[in-house]
């Protein structure tokens, strides 16, 4: 097996099966799997799992660490794609990844775009495409071979937020992050129900304090207080 689609998921019946069958029409079975590992949804999210080619994991801890690492675990590729559920990754993603791991890269990310919203969103979307940390995020899907990610080991479980944004800066300690020139397509959900500002400023607020060092669930419970359920 080469590639390993990692998808952690909890209450994504909207966007899940959209995704499978995107990652179906993209991918050869002979060379790609594709695992979901729920954190204890309580919609249709696991239903709708089942109605694809995938392999099914549940872990009654609701946190994307955790999701992903168990993953890895029950993963047999030597490249490791990590995608949340309401991402679309590019046409021909395998291709990329494939392609760049064969050039000797060994971790890397998409720019992102969104699927609607307000639009000075294509300004988060124009700074995507520089390899700084501020302009990184997991909408961005991740790709790394699976001997970084052993030698690292893993995502950091304490991270019950930012945790894509610690394992970068882990990552790149040994590895230079590569960035494709095409882009992810991403739910603006999130600004349904908050202004871009508010996003915004509470998007800025977690960074902070995840480079202050501040513990990652006082991170999480600042940033939940800060919008409103999406």
Not at 14 to 31: C, S
Not at 32 to 48: A, K, L, M, R, Y
Not at 135 to 158: A, H, N, P, Y
Request: hydrophobic share 40%; net charge positive; charged share 25%.
């Amino acid at each position: 097996m080469l590639l390993s689609i990692i998808i952690p998921t909890l209450n994504e019946e909207k966007y899940l099966g959209n995704l499978l069958q995107f990652l179906r029409k993209q991918t050869d079975p002979l060379n790609t799997e594709i695992i979901v590992i729920d954190g204890g949804s309580s919609d249709h999210t696991v239903q709708i799992a089942h109605k694809y080619e995938v392999i099914i994991l549940n872990t009654p801890v609701s946190c994307r660490a955790v999701q992903m690492n168990i993953g890895v675990k029950n993963a047999k590729g030597k490249i490791l794609y990590f995608v949340h559920a309401d991402v679309l990754p590019p046409e021909r993603f395998s291709q990329d990844i494939i392609n760049a791991f064969a050039a000797g890269k060994k971790i890397g990310m998409y720019r992102q775009k969104f699927d609607g919203g307000p639009i000075m969103l294509k300004i988060n979307s124009y700074f995507t495409r520089f390899n700084l940390l501020w302009c990184r995020g997991g909408d961005q899907t991740l790709f790394v071979c699976k001997k970084l990610f052993d030698s690292l080991k893993g995502f950091d479980e304490s991270f019950v937020i930012m945790e894509e944004y610690d394992f970068i800066r882990r990552s790149v300690k040994k590895e230079k992050l590569h960035i494709f020139d095409k882009y992810t397509t991403v739910s603006a959900r999130k600004y349904s129900t908050n202004s871009y500002l508010k996003v915004l400023l509470a998007n800025r607020k977690a960074f902070s304090l995840y480079l202050s060092g501040s513990d990652p669930k006082v991170i999480k419970k600042t940033y939940l207080s800060m919008l409103n359920p999406y």
